[in-house]
């Protein structure tokens, strides 16, 4: 049985989107988010949904998002660790964008 550490974590999201299920990845430890959302206010990225509210009252789904982070953007997941998924519809990425090619690598594994 694989420990908690290297499953995946899918998020069951809310609001307007209540029913989905997504893989996210934590927006204030990717460079390329943290880049982006300091960047020139003329870009949707400098006000990040995602940034206000992992930053606020969203800051208890952060670590997991951040395991979700270290683990797909570090290495190949094994076919045990691939989620199974039977959604409809699901969502990669509500949270985050890509972290680099293993992180894209292992979401085409997923889908």
């Known amino acids: 049985m694989l420990d908690m550490l ?31 959302n ?7 990225c400098s006000v990040c949904y995602s940034h206000t509210m992992l930053n606020g009252f969203r800051k208890n789904t952060a670590p997991a998002l951040q395991r ?15 989620p199974f998924i039977m959604d ?6 509500a949270h985050g964008e890509l972290i680099n090619i293993q992180h894209l690598a292992n979401l085409t594994d997923i889908a």
């Open 38 to 44: 300091k960047a020139s206010k003329n870009t949707i």
């Open 88 to 93: 409809s519809f699901f969502r990669f990425s």
């Open 68 to 82: 979700n982070s270290d683990l797909l953007g570090s290495r190949s997941l094994t076919k045990e660790e691939l």
């Open 6 to 36: 290297s499953n995946v974590h899918i998020s069951t999201m809310s609001g307007k989107l209540e029913g989905f299920r997504a893989i996210s990845t934590n927006t204030l430890t990717n460079k390329f988010c943290i880049k982006m």
